[in-house]
């Protein structure tokens, strides 16, 4: 049987309609994806570009900027303070992105596999909204609130510490170096663990239930439900939320800014931040520029490396 499709008053055989799909013109895709290149071109490309330029010069913001090609790369590599804020950065990947993604991918299985049966729908998504409110909250408005708590003199924790019989424990929690970082970064697993939460319990919504109910039925506890059946089931999720979280904590800038601004003596400083006071406190352009480039280019390869992945685990799954 011969299929035909009429366009512009002619009768098209099958090859010919094949040859020009009419019900689906490629200039209407065009159309709609040019405003968001436009924009992308304007925002990203052409500032990184900008910035890459300026990287390979010395330039005070002012004046006409000095070809230096790779020296301010080079001083990167012989620049103490550079190293310690990477250093940070990794402790931030663990408290955005791997604690989140293991305390989110239990808290999700919890919810929807025990919390929703035994009470309710209703109060799983009450809990739900509640562990990621954080993510709605400002990360300026968050950062005061937890300056506050965290306060050496009238902090909540501390007050709280001493009420408890606890006062030995009571520290300058963001003045003492030794433990800064590490408040930090309980305050970014609070602020960042609403989001994989979510993720996750969007994804076990496609899960079939049936899988629940016969391995129930065989006996399997909840622990054994979760390992054979939520993590192979929501493999996609997981390397969403840890590329997206990863990609966070290496460019977190808000928060260091609010809680400490790097301090004290630089023991939580990171790159962004670091970036930040080179361009606009040493009036340092270039360098600050070269910082800003190098953060770019790592974030990009480990979004292509978490991409690669779950390529090759999709493949492996359809395998």
Known sequence: MTVTVEKDGRVLGTRDAARHPARRPRTSYVLFLLP????????????????????????????DPTWTGLANYRDLLDDAEFWASFRHSLFMVVAMAAVPTVVGLVLAAALFDYVAKHFGTRIATVLRACFY?????????????WSWILAPDNGSLNALLKAVGLGSWQQDWLGDPDIALYSVMGVMVWVQLGFPLVVFMAGLQRVDPQLYE???????????????????????????????????????????????????????????YFSFTTFFEKTQVGYGAAISTVLTVIILVLSLAFLRLQTRAEEGDRA
């Open 36 to 63: 968001g290149a436009l924009a992308a071109l304007a925002v990203i490309v052409v500032p990184f570009l900008m910035n890459t330029a300026v990287s390979f010069t010395r330039w005070q913001g002012v004046g």
């Open 133 to 145: 409110l954080p993510q709605v909250l400002p990360i300026a408005v968050a950062g005061i609130v």
């Open 214 to 272: 016969a391995a129930e039925l065989d006996g399997a506890g909840w622990w054994r439900r979760f390992w054979h059946i939520t993590l192979p089931q929501i493999r996609p999720e997981i390397y969403v939320v840890l590329t997206w979280c990863t990609i966070a904590a290496l460019k977190v800038f808000g928060a260091v800014y609010v809680l400490t601004k790097g301090g004290p003596g630089g023991a939580t400083d990171v790159p962004s």
